[in-house]
Structures are given as C-alpha cells and as structure tokens.
C-alpha cells in the first residue's frame, strides 16, 4: 500500500519480456478472446487522470471551507452505531470490475496499459447508491461517497498490476535460476478455470486489497474519516456476499487472511511447482505485499477516463482532484466542525473516567 518510487526500470523490464517471448503481441488482447465482457474497450477514451499541485487542492479546500453538509452530531451518533454493529445498509452492488478494468503491459499495445474507468458506470452506480442510502448514513453526501467509491475501485484494479508485478517478478527469478517459463500470460488465460475454493481467487484478494487500504488510510484519531470508511467497509462486507464467486470471498482475505491468501495466488501463479506453502508466503510477502515491488506507485500508474463529454464533465465537477482522491482517499470537503465535536466528545469521556 506504500507509494513510494518504483525501484524498477519498467521500459527496461518490458523490452526484455518482449526478448523473452513473455509479453504477448498487438491484437492478442480483444474483446472477444476474454471470459469477462470488458465493455470499456467501446468507450471513448478522453485522456489520463493528472495530479495537481499542492497549490491547486489548497484551493479546492479554500473554497470548500466552512461548507460542509454533515452534522457533527449525526456523525458522532453514525460513528457510535457502526462501532456497535446497529447500522444495517442494503444497497445495489455493482463489482468494481463492472466500473473499471485493468489492462496487463504483457499485452501489446504497451502504449494502452492501465487502469480505464467508466466515468458514465461510476456516476449512475453511486447515484443509484446515494439515492437508495438517503435517510441511512449521515457522514456521506454524493461527493464524498463518489469519492469513496473511486478510490475503492481504484484500488481493487491496481491489485491486479500488483499481481502482474509479482508475476514478472517471477518470470526474472525462473529465468536467471536457468528455468524460464511464462508466468503471467499463463496465469492469465487460466485464472477463471481454477478449482480453488474461492476461484477466481486474485478477485477475492483485489476486493480485500481493497478493503484494507480504506483502514491503511484511514489511520487517525475517530473523526468523519474514519466514520465514512467504517461505514463504507461495514456496507462492503454485507455486498460482497451478492457478489460473483471470488470476489464475493474477500471477507476470507481482509485484516490477517491477506498473507496466506497472496501464498495461495503464488501456487496458482506458479502451477506443478512443489516448492512449500511456507516458501511461497515468503515470496509472496516479496511480490505481493510489498508496495516497492510494483512497477508505479499508486498516483503514477496510468489512469484513463473513458465516457461521454457530458459524463466526464459531471465527474469532473464532483471530484476535481482525482488523483489524490483515488490512491490517497483525498476528501476535499471541510470536516474541521465534526472532527472538533469527536475530539470535545473524546475530552469528555476521559474526564468522566477521570482521565488526564
């Protein structure tokens, strides 16, 4: 979950796969070749997500202070709720893949890898959502839920260039140990044919990558950040389970269940191989669990929009800084009133305990 530099030189990387007879040539990536309809491909794609400058978002902060919709108080009592399992919320799953895909740099064209987002998918999703919540959650209005649900998104795809990272990994370590095999595209063409227990299995771990970078980022004292990721996992815990098979899994994967499950990616990333369960923990904790080994760090990687102009203009308009709202969990809105109320609330119950 680091995004720290890549310590990788990825061009360098990719000639050699191509020398190597690793990466697959243009064209061998269509539509029609996958077991999952990636309907993005016929959507216009209007260019890359960019990062602003620092100047920029403390703007967008300038003009959104003191304007926030939330009630410290309703957020305090939402914060309360979900501590104690009393918040129950219902609403319409659409699988991250449905919103977003991930393209491999082991297919041609190189210049087309990435992450592509359906702009025009994500609105209506979190409309849909946002309506169907209305009266149930008081920490979220439409921005910052849509907020929450690109960076969810995001986050699900970019396990997937974590798993071609560690795949890569591989194909480097077989071919220097005078054993070269094809790892990745392999792995790909098979990975929905497994008779693993939670198949496809990288599903359910993307989802609970996912999962678990909303806790990695939201590590700080109980204020509106962290209420909205307790809400927003607490919903995401009860729609996995409407969920296709392996990504309805994730909740095997979440907190503890993450390591031994990237293990068993490795064996399916590494078939016939009779190395250990316990060796292929240690690789996996090498190219799987540490965020130096991918290639781009979570604000670099390539990010495309795709939708119409009208689409993208509304996005636009709801989550003016991107880039940061998907690999940081950037909230723009000004949550200084409600973190003030949990923290007069925090002072309170110390003094009541006698505290200092």
Same mark, same amino acid.
């Given at each position: 979950?680091?995004?720290?530099?890549?310590?990788?030189?990825?061009?360098?990387?990719?000639?050699?796969?191509?020398?190597?007879?690793?990466?697959?040539?243009?064209?061998?990536?269509?539509?029609?070749?996958?077991?999952?309809?990636?309907?993005?491909?016929?959507?216009?794609?209007?260019?890359?997500?960019?990062?602003?400058?620092?100047?920029?978002?403390?703007?967008?902060?300038?003009?959104?202070?003191?304007?926030?919709?939330?009630?410290?108080?309703?957020?305090?009592?939402?914060?309360?709720?979900?501590?104690?399992?009393?918040?129950?919320?219902?609403?319409?799953?659409?699988?991250?893949?449905?919103?977003?895909? &991930?393209?491999?740099?082991? =297919?041609?064209?190189?210049?087309?890898?990435?992450?592509? @987002? +359906?702009? #025009?998918? %994500? !609105?209506? &999703?979190?409309?849909?959502? =946002?309506?169907?919540?209305?009266?149930?959650?008081?920490? @979220? +209005?439409? #921005?910052? %839920? !849509?907020?929450?649900?690109?960076?969810?998104?995001?986050?699900?795809?970019?396990?997937?260039?974590?798993?071609?990272?560690?795949?890569?990994?591989?194909?480097?370590?077989?071919?220097?140990?005078?054993?070269?095999?094809?790892?990745?595209?392999?792995?790909?063409?098979?990975?929905?044919?497994?008779?693993?227990?939670?198949?496809?299995?990288?599903?359910?771990?993307?989802?609970?990558?996912?999962?678990?970078?909303?806790?990695?980022?939201?590590?700080?004292?109980?204020?509106?950040?962290?209420?909205?990721?307790?809400?927003?996992?607490?919903?995401?815990?009860?729609?996995?389970?409407?969920?296709?098979?392996?990504?309805?899994?994730?909740?095997?994967?979440?907190?503890?269940?993450?390591?031994?499950?990237?293990?068993?990616?490795?064996?399916?990333?590494?078939?016939?191989?009779?190395?250990?369960?316990?060796?292929?923990?240690?690789?996996?904790?090498?190219?799987?669990?540490?965020?130096?080994?991918?290639?781009?760090?979570?604000?670099?990687?390539?990010?495309?929009?795709?939708?119409?102009?009208?689409?993208?203009?509304?996005?636009?308009?709801?989550?003016?800084?991107?880039?940061?709202?998907?690999?940081?969990?950037?909230?723009?809105?000004?949550?200084?009133?409600?973190?003030?109320?949990?923290?007069?609330?925090?002072?309170?119950?110390?003094?009541?305990?006698?505290?200092?």
């Amino acid at each position: 979950m680091s995004n720290l530099p890549p310590v990788h030189d990825f061009n360098q990387t990719i000639s050699w796969l191509a020398s190597e007879g690793l990466a697959q040539p243009e064209g061998s990536m269509v539509t029609t070749s996958l077991d999952v309809d990636f309907g993005l491909f016929a959507q216009p794609v209007k260019g890359r997500f960019e990062r602003l400058k620092q100047a920029q978002l403390d703007e967008l902060r300038k003009q959104r202070k003191d304007k926030s919709t939330v009630s410290p108080e309703a957020a305090f009592d939402e914060a309360r709720r979900i501590k104690a399992g009393l918040i129950q919320l219902d609403w319409t799953r659409y699988p991250s893949d449905a919103i977003a895909f &991930y393209r491999p740099f082991h =297919f041609s064209r190189l210049d087309e890898w990435g992450i592509y @987002f +359906d702009v #025009e998918k %994500l !609105l209506n &999703y979190v409309h849909q959502v =946002f309506g169907e919540m209305r009266g149930q959650v008081a920490s @979220f +209005d439409f #921005e910052s %839920l !849509l907020t929450a649900c690109l960076c969810e998104v995001f986050q699900h795809e970019y396990f997937h260039h974590i798993s071609e990272c560690a795949a890569t990994t591989l194909e480097v370590m077989f071919h220097h140990a005078g054993r070269p095999r094809s790892v990745y595209i392999d792995y790909w063409r098979n990975r929905f044919r497994s008779n693993h227990r939670h198949s496809p299995l990288e599903e359910a771990l993307a989802n609970a990558y996912a999962y678990n970078s909303l806790t990695f980022l939201s590590r700080v004292k109980m204020g509106l950040r962290t209420t909205r990721v307790s809400v927003y996992q607490a919903a995401l815990k009860q729609q996995w389970r409407k969920e296709p098979p392996g990504y309805r899994d994730a909740a095997n994967y979440i907190d503890g269940g993450y390591v031994p499950g990237a293990g068993e990616l490795v064996r399916l990333l590494i078939p016939n191989d009779d190395s250990p369960h316990f060796a292929l923990e240690l690789v996996a904790k090498e190219v799987l669990l540490n965020g130096n080994a991918t290639f781009f760090a979570k604000p670099d990687i390539p990010v495309y929009i795709c939708g119409s102009e009208a689409s993208v203009e509304e996005f636009n308009k709801h989550v003016p800084a991107p880039v940061e709202a998907y690999s940081s969990l950037t909230w723009l809105d000004d949550s200084s009133q409600v973190d003030a109320y949990f923290e007069a609330k925090r002072q309170e119950k110390r003094r009541g305990q006698g505290g200092a």
